[in-house]
C-alpha cells in the first residue's frame, strides 16, 4: 500500500460509507479532498474530519476554498468566505486581503482542515475561462495578492497551494471538459511570476493541471505527465515543497487510460501527491496492482 502514501481521494456523499472507511484506515492515504457534496453543516463536517483522523491520523484534508464562488464553505454555511479573488484585488488592500485570509485560514483549521488548495496563480483576464477566480490580468498585481493569500493562510494555520502551474490562463479550455494547450505566443516567464512570488511567500504546495505547452516540452505532454514541466517548479521557481496533480478523473487527464495508469505517470513525472477526487470501487485492489507493477 505504499503508493497510497502519494495519492488524495475524495468521497461521494454527506457521510463517508462503511467502505470508504475502511478503506481509509486500510490504506492510510496522503489525503483526503472535501467538496460540497459532503456537507451537511459546519458541525457535521468537523465531526466527519475527526472521525477519519481517527482512522489515518496522518491522513491531510484539503479542500478547494478560494473564496467567492468557487468555495465548497459559504457564508450561508457560517463560513467566514473572502468574495471572489477578482474582487479582493479591485476592493482590498494587500494587507486587508491577507486578513481575510488569515481570518478564513483559521475557521479551517478549526474544522480539522489541514490543506487549501488555494489561491490561483494563473494570470487571466476577466472573460476567461477562469473568471473571477483569478486576481488580474496584471502579473505584479497577481503577485502581490498571492502573496497576501499565501501569508494569510499560513497565519491562520492552513497550508496554501497556489495553482495552477505552468499557467492556465494560457489556455481557452477548461480542462475539467477537455486537455488544454497554451496559445504559441505566451511568454512563460510572465506566468511564473505569481508562483514564484507564492514560493518567496512559503507556500506548501504547488499544484499543475492538464495543460499541453509545447515552450515548455517539445513533446507535446501535458503538465500532468511532464517531468519536463514538472522539473521546471523545482529548478526554475525554486520549489522545495511538494506538487500535487489537478483531478485525475477530469477529463483533460485522459480518457484513454485507467485511472491507475494516470496515476502512476503522474507520479512517475515527478509529482509528489496525485489527486483523485471521484470516489470509485477496487481502491484496495487497485492499489495492489499498482504497487506490484512499480
Known amino acids: 500500500m505504499g503508493f497510497a502514501k502519494q495519492l488524495v481521494f475524495g468521497f461521494e456523499g ?9 478503506f481509509i484506515e486500510c490504506a492510510q492515504p496522503a489525503g483526503i479532498i472535501l467538496f460540497e457534496r459532503n456537507l451537511e453543516d459546519l458541525c457535521a463536517l468537523k465531526t466527519t474530519i475527526a472521525e477519519l483522523k481517527g482512522l489515518s491520523p496522518g491522513t491531510l484534508f484539503m ?79 497577481c ?46 516567464s510572465r506566468h511564473f511570476a505569481p508562483f514564484r512570488a507564492a514560493v518567496e511567500a512559503g507556500v506548501h504546495y504547488i499544484m499543475t493541471t492538464h495543460l499541453v505547452a509545447k515552450q515548455l516540452d517539445s513533446s507535446g505532454e501535458c503538465a500532468t505527465y511532464s517531468s519536463k514541466i514538472v522539473d521546471l517548479i523545482r529548478s ?20 484513454s487510460i485507467s485511472i491507475a495508469e494516470r496515476a502512476m505517470r503522474c507520479i512517475g513525472a515527478g509529482h509528489d501527491l496525485a489527486l483523485i477526487c471521484k470516489e470509485f470501487p477496487n481502491r484496495l485492489e487497485l492499489l495492489e496492482q499498482i504497487d506490484l507493477r512499480l
Open 14 to 22: 454527506k457521510r463517508p460509507s462503511s467502505d470508504f472507511c475502511r
Open 143 to 188: 503577485c502581490e495578492y498571492i502573496t497576501a493569500v499565501v501569508e494569510g493562510l499560513t497565519a491562520g494555520g492552513v497550508r496554501a497551494c497556489a495553482k495552477h502551474f505552468p499557467g492556465l490562463g494560457s489556455a481557452a479550455i477548461d480542462p475539467h471538459l477537455a486537455l488544454s494547450f497554451a496559445r504559441e505566443e505566451e511568454d512563460f
Open 63 to 141: 479542500i478547494d476554498e478560494e473564496g467567492g464562488a468557487k468555495s465548497r464553505l459559504r457564508r450561508e454555511h457560517g463560513f467566514p468566505n473572502p468574495p471572489d479573488p477578482r474582487i479582493v484585488a479591485e476592493t482590498m488592500h494587500p494587507s486587508e486581503a491577507r486578513e481575510a485570509y488569515r481570518i478564513a485560514g483559521e475557521a479551517l483549521c478549526g474544522l480539522g482542515i489541514d490543506v487549501d488548495l488555494a489561491p490561483l496563480a494563473d494570470i487571466a483576464p476577466k472573460d476567461h475561462i477562469l473568471g473571477a477566480r483569478v486576481f488580474s490580468d496584471k502579473a505584479d498585481t
Open 236 to 255: 526554475d521557481l525554486g520549489f522545495k515543497g511538494e506538487v500535487i496533480s489537478d483531478d485525475l478523473f477530469m477529463t483533460g487527464a485522459s480518457e
